[in-house]
C-alpha cells in the first residue's frame, strides 16, 4: 500500500506531497515542487527506521 506524506518546498514554501512507496524506503528521491517546479531532494526514513521524518533539501544543498 502507498501511503502520502506532506512537506514544504524548500524554494517556495508551498505544501506538496510525496508517495512512499514500500520499495523507496531509505532512499533519496528526487520530485519537482507542484507549484514552483524547482527539483527537491527527499530523504525517505528506512523500513526500521525510528525516525519517520522526510529530510527535504533543494537540489545541490
Known sequence: MT???PFS???CGEPNWVE?????A???VLQDCAVCCRP????L????SADR?????AEGD
Open 26 to 28: 531509505g532512499q533519496t
Open 40 to 43: 527537491i531532494e527527499i530523504d
Open 45 to 48: 526514513p528506512g523500513p526500521d
Open 20 to 24: 512512499l512507496e514500500p520499495d523507496d
Open 3 to 5: 501511503e502520502s506524506e
Open 53 to 57: 521524518t522526510l529530510h527535504v533539501r
Open 9 to 11: 518546498c524548500p524554494w
